[in-house]
């Protein structure tokens, strides 16, 4: 577990351009726009990278929210599994 700031660029960096822009757009509706969305529902073809918008978004929200006199902790669903499908073990998103 770390305990310093999260380096937002390098996160963001391991996103296409594309996946960089669904989050920024995503992370403007849900914390910037005045009419901001609560939720906001990402969706595409099969193996084009919702996971990694969700964690550039995820990067994003604690960047816009870090406040070192607080704790973050993110949650998984045990049932969710870390890795799913031969995508991504042949990518190695998962390490697997």
Do not use: N
Request: proline share 5%.
């Amino acid at each position: 577990m770390s305990s310093g700031r999260p380096d937002l660029d390098a996160i963001l960096s391991r996103l296409k351009d594309f996946q960089r822009d669904s989050a920024s757009y995503a992370f403007r509706r849900l914390y910037r726009d005045p009419d901001s969305a609560r939720r906001f529902l990402i969706s595409d073809e099969a193996d084009l990278g919702k996971t990694l918008v969700a964690s550039g978004i995820t990067a994003m929200a604690i960047d816009q929210l870090w406040d070192p006199s607080r704790s973050v902790r993110l949650l998984r669903p045990s049932a969710w599994p870390a890795c799913r499908g031969a995508a991504c073990q042949q990518d190695g998103e998962c390490g697997g």
